[in-house]
């Protein structure tokens, strides 16, 4: 059966710290991968999303960059930590037919302060 | 913007009460799906209907789509405290799109 799993789940971070968060699925080959956040009490804003490896593809401008080194691994990553960038950050994926429904991780919620 | 937008925003209910949450969307979609998010966790599929469905249910969630109107709901019947959680809907584009856009949510809570 597939897995996802993603992690750290929580972690605490100065302004203009660097961020590395890690995603990986098992069970399943050449699967479509997705970063999310989700601020307090709101919805799910997607932020990047994978086809294949060093395929990138991202959903707004913003302090973060994602990349796809392995085939199940997606790293969401930042250089210098704004406080805007606290929340909670979901991956997940979904077959590589590009539809049906999506498997998400457990999450990382992300303070930075 | 494809998002869909859930109303209410929150709804309270008794146990056993059956709870109903709305969705609209701005695009024409593939499918759309209903997902679960109990607080703090990640979230959990729940059903999808696709675009040349009007109703489908899985045990007590009916779900409905009504595509002239770019709007979906989700009936939760004979409801449970367990099922106090966020349910959001998410919109899947048309051939050629490849992410899924979800809505704000609802905020369900079942009173014991």
């Known amino acids: 059966s597939q897995t996802i799993h993603q992690w750290p789940a929580t972690l605490v971070q100065p302004v203009g710290s660097p961020l590395s968060l890690e995603c990986t699925v098992e069970?399943?080959?050449?699967?479509?991968l997705y970063w999310y956040r989700q601020a307090a009490g709101r919805g799910l804003q997607l932020l990047f999303y994978s086809v294949g490896i060093g395929q990138i593809s991202s959903e707004v401008p913003q302090n973060l960059s994602a990349s796809r080194p392995q085939d199940r691994q997606f790293i969401l990553s930042s250089k210098k930590l704004l406080l805007s960038d606290s929340g909670f950050y979901l991956c997940a994926w979904r077959a590589s037919s590009g539809y049906g429904e999506l498997f998400f991780g457990e999450g990382s919620r992300l303070t930075v302060l | 913007s494809q998002q869909g937008e859930e109303d209410p925003q929150a709804l309270s209910i008794q146990e056993g009460e059956n709870a109903t949450m709305n969705c609209s969307y701005k695009?024409?979609?593939?499918?759309l799906q209903w997902y679960r998010q109990n607080s703090g966790r990640g979230l959990v599929h729940l059903i999808l209907?696709?675009?040349?469905?009007r109703e489908k249910h899985s045990g007590r969630l009916r779900v409905t789509l009504d595509t002239s109107k770019k709007s979906s709901s989700l009936l939760i019947t004979a409801s449970r405290a367990a099922d106090t959680a966020s349910y959001f809907c998410?919109?899947?584009?048309?051939?050629?799109?490849?992410?899924?856009?979800f809505g704000t949510g609802t905020r369900l809570t079942v009173i014991p």
């Open positions: 069970g399943t080959s050449n699967p479509n």
């Open positions: 998410a919109t899947d584009g048309v051939a050629g799109a490849n992410n899924l856009f």
């Open positions: 209907i696709r675009s040349n469905e």
């Open positions: 695009t024409s979609i593939n499918n």
